[in-house]
Each structure stands twice: as structure tokens, then as C-alpha cells.
Nanobody
Framework: QVQLVESGGGLVQAGGSLRLSCAAS????????MGWYRQAPGKQRELVGI???????NYADSVKGRFTISRDNAKNTVYLQMNSLKPEDTAVYYC???????????????WGQGTQVTVSS
């Protein structure tokens, strides 16, 4: 069993900052990519940022220069530092990880339960 547990969401004023964390636990052999997605009401889930095991990152254009994704491989944890937040960043943020549970099985996709981020104007 693998679990992704997110924390750090909340309510913040425009221009403020929040830091999200997501810790993976359970039977884990290796984690490849870890990332953050978000889904606003009435919209499709979209990629926010992703970081692979060597530290390479990729971001959605809408958050470049404002958000930073990082990871602590020893703790199986990924972070999302969100600065200069805008009302349009309001959404439920989901953690995602590409995890191999054992050396002899394929990687599988896992999701956290989501954490609400609300940015007021």
C-alpha cells in the first residue's frame, strides 16, 4: 500500500505565499517523477509542476517564476513553494507520484487526496 498525504493548503491574500508538502509512505522501492496538479471549479485538472528524480523540473507557463517545486528523496517528499499568489491560483491542489513499489514490478501512478488553496483578492 502506498499513500500520498498533502498538507499546507489554506486561505491567503493575493500576493501572499503558501508552501505545500506531500509525503509518500508505504512499500516504496523507487520514486521517479513527483508533481503537483490543480483543479479549479468547473475546469479540468492541470499540471502545475513536476520534478523527476535527478532534480529536473518543468512548470506550467502560468506559474513560472512564481512557484518552485522541490523534493527530498530521503523523505519521499515533494514541496511546492507558491509565491505572488493570484486569485486565479485558487484550486484544489493534488500531489502525484510515479512509484515503483518493488524492483520486479512496473511503476504506477498515485494521487493524494487534494488540498484546497484559496487566494482572495
Amino acid at each position: 500500500q502506498v499513500q500520498l498525504v498533502e498538507s499546507g493548503g489554506g486561505l491567503v491574500q493575493a500576493g501572499g505565499s503558501l508552501r505545500l508538502s506531500c509525503a509518500a509512505s508505504g512499500s516504496i522501492f523507487r520514486i521517479n517523477a513527483m508533481g503537483w496538479y490543480r483543479q479549479a471549479p468547473g475546469k479540468q485538472r492541470e499540471l502545475v509542476g513536476i520534478i523527476i528524480s535527478d532534480g529536473t523540473t518543468n512548470y506550467a507557463d502560468s506559474v513560472k517564476g512564481r512557484f518552485t517545486i522541490s523534493r527530498d528523496n530521503a523523505k519521499n517528499t515533494v514541496y511546492l513553494q507558491m509565491n505572488s499568489l493570484k486569485p486565479e491560483d485558487t484550486a484544489v491542489y493534488y500531489c502525484n507520484a510515479d512509484i515503483r513499489r518493488y524492483a520486479w514490478v512496473r511503476n504506477a501512478d498515485y494521487w493524494g487526496q487534494g488540498t484546497q488553496v484559496t487566494v482572495s483578492s
